[in-house]
């Protein structure tokens, strides 16, 4: 024991005597710098007098002399704060070895000057509820300043396919993206839902699908929407939800209003709750969206 404590001394000392002493100039060197995603910028856009920032990513090969004439598929991400960084990360490696299509990421932040919860809480909620201590009910506002002015500045400045446009939105996210679907069909051709807030006014986009229903409106869109197996508590107190039912009972009223059935598909994510289930959503939508055909 005790020749063990001297040669772990001796092993210290040794490491102690080798390890370099760096001066000013050298930790200057090595001083940490900001991380930045690769092709990357940041635009300042406005909704009348509240201020957004858009965080758009080109594809790699973007500017490349034989690329110049290319269109790509945009994919548009709410919460961009949060959801620009999973997206870009996750989808890196499939677009690079071209698994998946090389696409625009355009990432929509929140109102700029205000606390992130209280916009998002306010532009993606689809009704008036006046329970919330927070301004509700903005949907409709929102959707008008991506469809008027995100959408027309992204594809009027860079090469996004108008005919590849896909949503991407995550819980209040979520619920807002299936609002779009139901009321602005055609805004996009694809829609990746995270864990969608359906519970939202009493299940009021649930009610809303039911009404569609009655009528002879088919979608055309391609869906996918994920949720963790653990987003429920039912049972476990007077709070009780279900999204994962809910978003069951959705791909069931959802389903007969296809023109493809094929074109809808829900996910449900293993040990995944409602903190844990995005970038399995994200990417394993996105893949199945943008997935390249074999050549």
Known sequence: MKNGFIFGLITLASICSISPVLSKEQTAVIAPQSFTIPRTEIIKINDGERPYELYIKLPR?????????????????TDAMYTF????????????INSIQQAIIVGISWEKGVKGDLSRVRDYTISEDESWKKVTGGAERH?????????????HNYRGDAVQRIYVGNSLGG??????????????????????????????????????????????SRIFIGIG?????????????????????????????????????LAVFDEANHQTAFPSTAIQGLYW???????
């Open 61 to 77: 090969g973007y500017h490349k002399q034989q690329n110049k004439f290319r269109k790509y598929p945009v994919i548009y991400l």
């Open 229 to 265: 197996e653990l987003e429920t508590n039912i049972g476990e107190g007077e709070s009780n939800f279900d999204m994962t039912g809910d978003a069951r009972q959705f791909i069931k009223l959802l389903t007969p209003l296809m023109t493809h059935q094929s074109q809808l598909k």
């Open 85 to 96: 960084q999973v997206v870009s990360g996750a989808t890196r490696y499939p677009m690079n």
């Open 175 to 220: 619920l807002f993206g299936s609002y779009i679907l139901l009321h602005y069909p055609e805004l996009f051709s694809g829609y990746v839902l995270g864990s969608p807030s359906f519970w939202w006014d009493k299940g009021l986009i649930l009610k809303s699908l039911m009404s569609v229903s009655k009528r002879s409106a088919l979608f055309d």
């Open 289 to 295: 969206l943008l997935k390249s055909k074999p050549k």
């Open 143 to 155: 959707i008008r300043f991506i469809a008027d002015k995100v959408i027309p500045f992204v594809e």
